[in-house]
């Protein structure tokens, strides 16, 4: 056997030669000095060099038990499927209903979230059973999650003029597609989002932007349609009916003072000891007043408040009631405060709201 | 798998930080990268949960690189300063340049001849470093003896240096 290679010396010293190798390289070894002597060499070479990478050891930390490992970020796990259901959701419910505008029903869990203004369509279409307002709201008006500093859903009238076109309603709708299904995952992956438009009847396929996509992409991604309404069904709607339940009692009740607001209770309005009331708002038919109090910059809860005796009062979710259908009735915590029933909603538990509602009382000026 | 993979945890977590360690050079930067590498193996279920948790760890260090030099341009131009002075013990500072002499050791390395010697640190197999490198396996011996005598020769060139350079 001819010398040994540095290369067949290291994978004798690593156990990594099959037994065969072995044999034959421990029986030249024992015959030949030069190997013998070349063997302690890289035998020493390999515990030098094992020394030195010893020398750069991260601290010994134990580490944390495997199930309690972060799972990756939302966003990189639901990246891709998000943005192929975002995709394909919206370019099927496009053709659905281009198709067929008429046929649409109002699912009780369907929640209308956009209308865009403008002139005779809108007049001609039954939009009360949306519960949505046929003119649009006052200019500049940005509900109070849109004046939240932390990253919101836009909303699609916040920039809304009179009479000016109305692309930007299907612009967010697209962003805000691609947002819900970032926040919400699942749900809003296994909604159905459709979208109507007014001029043609034919399909119109439009490209769900990805879900990291800013809204500039989207805007050039979407055509210029001025839309009817985009509609957003899915199963487990419950963050979208709030979210939209939220807008539609935002753009629908007008703000007003603390004096008003005692009239129509015939006490103080309610609130949560502490949090920062937002606005106090009424009712289109001025007898529920509702009062909006943060508990941080993104999370708003709303204390819908009603005299007991009034005349409408039957008994029921008013708040729910309130939207006219557009949503589905939830199960909504109310209480009796004086003469006063005082319902609590808001992106929270109902354990949560359960507790803020436990601590509502009357609020001085 | 699960059962699979809580072993594999065991035995390899420490391994893989160590790996990362000397890819990224900040310890808890290293068992963030190990711990999401292990949360996406959790999540991707996959066959050779071994081999893929080094090629996942390999790949989220080499992105982690790219973004610190980059990070590390912007600091140079920024840098007008020069460091506060620091106050720590003499074996701390000693162990610090020691390890930072291992690591410009390393990186005297060829890519290839380094990814083979951590692996194998790691605690890889010949078989394995061959899958994870492209490298036939009756190579990887030779790139050891290759990488190790460099890592030697490059250590004590570098240390011979800086005693020139104080003394």
């Known amino acids: 056997m001819s010398h040994v290679d540095d290369g067949t010396l290291h994978a004798y010293l690593d156990g990594e030669l099959t037994p065969v190798e072995r044999a034959r390289l421990e029986a030249h070894v024992a015959e030949c000095a030069a190997c013998e002597n070349r063997l302690d060499e890289e035998r020493a070479l390999i515990e030098r060099a094992s020394g030195l990478l010893g020398l750069a050891q991260p601290p010994e930390r134990a580490a944390p038990p495997l199930h309690e490992l972060r799972r990756p970020s939302v966003v990189w796990r639901l990246r891709v499927p998000v943005a192929w259901a975002a995709t394909v959701l ?63 859903r836009p909303l699609a009238w916040t920039e809304r003029k009179e009479g000016e076109r109305q692309p930007t309603a299907l612009e967010s709708a697209a962003v805000v597609t691609g947002r819900d299904s970032i926040l919400f995952g699942t749900a809003a992956a296994s909604g159905v989002i459709s979208i109507r438009t007014r001029d043609t009847g034919a399909a119109n396929a439009v490209p769900a932007p990805a879900p990291a996509a800013p809204p500039p992409t989207a805007r050039a991604a979407l055509p210029q349609r001025a839309l009817e309404e985009v509609d957003v069904r899915t199963r487990n709607a419950t963050l979208q009916r709030e979210e939209a339940r939220r807008t539609l009692v935002a753009t629908e009740w007008p703000i007003i003072r603390r004096g008003p607001a005692r009239q129509i209770l015939g006490a103080e309005p309610m609130g949560v000891p502490g949090l920062a009331v937002r606005n106090i708002r009424r009712s289109p038919s001025g007898e529920i007043v509702m009062v909006e109090q943060a508990i941080d910059s993104v999370t708003v809860i709303q204390l819908f408040q009603q005299r007991v005796e009034s005349d409408n009062y039957r008994g029921r979710s008013f708040a729910a009631d309130s939207l006219r259908s557009a949503t589905a009735p939830t199960e909504r915590l109310a209480r009796f405060i004086g003469g006063v029933r005082v319902e609590i909603a808001g992106p929270l538990s109902a354990d949560s709201l359960n507790r803020l509602l436990e601590q509502v009382k009357p609020i001085g000026p | 798998m699960p059962e699979d993979l809580a072993e594999i945890y065991r035995s390899t977590y420490r391994s893989l930080v160590r790996f990362l360690y000397r890819k990224v050079w900040d310890a808890e930067r290293a068992e963030d990268l190990a711990q999401e590498a292990f949360a996406r193996a959790l999540v991707h279920k996959p066959e050779n949960a071994r081999g893929w948790l080094f090629v996942v760890a390999a790949n989220m260090a080499r992105d982690e690189a790219r973004k610190a030099a980059r990070e590390r341009r912007h600091l140079t131009l920024l840098k007008s300063e020069p460091d506060a002075v620091h106050s720590e013990p003499e074996d701390r500072i000693d162990a610090d340049a020691k390890r930072a002499r291992v690591r410009t050791a390393l990186d005297q390395l060829t890519p290839r001849d380094r990814e083979a010697l951590l692996l194998w640190d790691a605690g890889m197999s010949y078989d394995e470093i061959a899958i994870q490198t492209g490298l036939a396996r009756g190579a990887i011996g030779t790139t050891l003896a290759r990488a190790r005598r460099r890592l030697v020769e490059a250590y004590d060139s570098g240390s011979e240096g800086q005693h020139v350079a104080r003394g």
Do not use: C, I, K, W
């Open chain 1, 90 to 152: 919206l370019a099927l419910g496009l053709g659905y209903y281009a198709g067929d505008r008429t046929s649409m029903s109002v699912a009780p869990e369907q929640v209308a979230m956009y209308s865009a203004d403008s002139s005779a369509a809108q007049e001609a279409r039954p939009n009360d059973r949306l519960g949505l307002r046929a003119t649009p709201p006052p200019l500049g008006y940005s509900s109070p999650r849109a004046q939240a500093p932390a990253p919101t």
